[in-house]
């Protein structure tokens, strides 16, 4: 008989023994006592099965330190003498999505080529047919990029003049951006709750993001004509691309470069040794943008979450 419980506050000041053999990104116990120490994983987001002589099973979920719930499914292992991993990998997420009242994204990192390796694609397998019967049934693969001094801070931009904003005028650009996107997530909003929830939503998870709300710029053409906008952004750990767009009528020129050279700049200006940046492997555009950017690929993410409006 194994027992689905949450974590007690003993076992987050002293995490429980448990060996993990796949090659699967896992949260180590000090990273587990830092991020418990900062709240930003607690014993109400941790669930253990329990068979009564040891843990033989854990989800682990992350939010920041000022959330009312968890954001994503951090961590989910199963030792491998369980006859069926992804059977009690559903039972730890379908009861933690009960206790959440919603059913957070599942982020998985992997290492480049990871399909090509046997044990990193059986490790994938499992947690996917999981989190698929716990109502995950959305995935996306994207890829997780980090610039540092190294490859050098970009000259600034001769094309495209940058000024702040209000909170008006950054909501507008959200919603025209969003139109013919190649973003997974915006295509999934827009399909489902509209471009104006859309871009409220978007704006307001940015502005709620550790980042300022000072870095953010509108682009304008050397003619004055709006291009898009550059949103640096922080995540709890480092600095982040955050937000670009360009509007549909200015697509095809380039223009995604210079957006990018003044994140980048802004960031690196402020003192930021390490920027990160994510985007969806089919969003090909943005990853060459990227690539000429001279950010480097990291890792993949796997992401899975409920269908949008769900």
Known sequence: MVLIRPATPAEMQRPVEFTVDDPVASVDEDKFREEAAAGRMRP???????????????AVWWGRSDSERPIALDCLHVLPGVPDRAALATELLLRGHAEFGAA??????????????PATAAA????????TAAGLTDAVERLQYEW????????????????????????AVFRRVAVG????????????????RQARGDLEFYLSCPGERSWWRLAETTAGELAGFA??????????????????????????????GEITRVHAADGA??????????????????????????EVVMVFQAPSGS
């Open 44 to 58: 109400e987001w941790t669930w253990f099965a329990d068979d009564g002589s040891r843990i033989v099973a854990r």
């Open 104 to 117: 957070p994204e599942f982020i998985l990192r992997l290492p480049r080529g990871w399909r090509e390796e």
């Open 124 to 131: 994938v397998a499992w947690r996917a047919s999981a989190a």
């Open 148 to 171: 540092t001094r190294a490859a050098g801070v970009p000259a600034p931009s001769d094309r495209l003049v940058f000024r702040p904003g209000q909170d008006d005028d950054f909501l």
């Open 181 to 196: 996107s190649l973003d997974f997530a915006t295509q999934q909003d827009l399909a489902t709750i509209g471009a104006g």
């Open 231 to 260: 949103i640096p952004s922080a995540t709890p750990y480092h600095r982040n691309v955050g937000y670009l767009g360009v509007v549909p009528e200015l697509r095809g020129r380039g223009y995604v470069d210079d957006l990018l």
């Open 273 to 298: 040794d390490r920027i990160t940046a994510t985007t969806d492997v089919s969003n090909t555009p943005m990853a060459a943008a990227f690539d000429r950017a001279n950010y480097q690929v990291t």
